[in-house]
């Protein structure tokens, strides 16, 4: 075995242990795949995972604290740690344990650069923003938080058409939103609010309706309105489903499956997203994998 095979299957050893240890039902999702694509599954949730650690944990614990240096903490940090991290993306500088697996991964499947890009762009739009002026605003930042997650399990498939991902980006954009709206009162208290202003003005619903976790009828005319328009994501993504074939059918229906039964539970709960968190049963690990994997549940 060369040094260089040994450093890529260390790699993706340690892509496996951080999948593991960050997400107990992960290999869930890793099991839906086809055979002899898990560990690559497993480079491409470390990829998205370690992304958003650079962008939410503490400096310290980043990787890049010794080669940045001991800047103040705080958000100046994350930007530099996550300018390092697109560095070293682009240069190939397998500096990090899961790099050398993630390009082996995108070498081996003929990936662009650009879903990996937009991944760590969405980090750096979470360091400037904690609320969206316009539904077209948070659909922004939906496209480089999930929709890259979804076209990468595609090239996992083999799906490499546009008109497929393009479909694939209404069903990663709604389960997004569908963990949006089931963690309003988890948001809240990291100061993120996914409920576009527009549409609490629309609807007479506060930012202190949230904080107080206040059901009126504002706020459930609001979940409505923010629910079809979800469902509405969903079933126009359902058509990518008869563009594939095998295994990769089954699963990315059974995922939109998973965001549609969790928005059917917040509007059977009267929109009460306070009191009890919409949870689903048989379909209850794929989803949480499936979530985990689009770093939707940070």
């Given at each position: ?33 086809p ?23 503490p ?19 994350r930007?530099?740690?996550l ?52 539904y ?5 930042y ?25 479909l ?37 619903a ?9 059901v ?9 309105f ?8 969903f ?25 549609q039964r969790?928005?059917d ?34």
């Open positions: 075995m060369s040094r260089v095979t040994s450093a890529i299957d260390a790699s993706y050893a340690a892509c496996e242990k951080l999948a593991r240890s960050h997400y107990e039902n992960f290999s869930v999702g890793s099991a839906l795949l055979k002899g694509t898990k560990k690559h599954l497993w480079a491409l949730y470390s990829f998205a995972r370690t992304t958003d650690d650079l962008g939410d944990e400096f310290d614990s980043t990787a890049y604290r010794e080669a940045l240096g001991r800047l103040p903490h705080g958000k100046t940090d930007l530099a740690a300018n390092a991290w697109e560095r070293d993306l682009q240069s190939s500088a397998a500096v990090h344990a899961v790099l050398p697996a993630v390009l082996d991964t995108r070498r081996t499947f003929d990936m662009p650069l650009e879903p990996f890009l937009k991944l760590i762009e969405a980090n750096r739009m979470d360091q400037r923003a904690s609320r969206y002026a316009t077209a605003d948070l659909a922004h939906c496209d480089h938080s999930a929709n890259p997650c979804g076209r990468m399990v595609l090239f996992l498939f083999g799906v490499r058409d546009d008109a497929a991902h393009t694939s980006d209404a069903t990663c954009t709604a389960l997004q939103l569908t963990n949006f709206w089931q963690d309003i009162a988890v948001d809240w208290k990291k100061d993120r609010v996914y409920l576009p202003q527009e549409d609490l003005r629309k609807f007479g506060t930012e202190a309706d949230i904080a107080a976790g206040v009126n009828d504002a706020f459930r005319a609001l979940m409505k923010e629910v079809d328009r979800t469902r509405a994501l079933k126009q993504g359902l058509a990518l489903i008869d563009r594939l074939t095998g295994r990769a059918k089954f699963d990315i229906r059974l995922f939109s499956l998973g965001g969790v928005l539970l917040i509007e059977k709960n009267g929109y009460d997203i306070y009191r009890k968190r919409p949870k689903l049963s048989k379909l209850g690990k794929a989803w949480l994998a499936v979530s985990s994997f689009l770093g939707v549940a940070s």
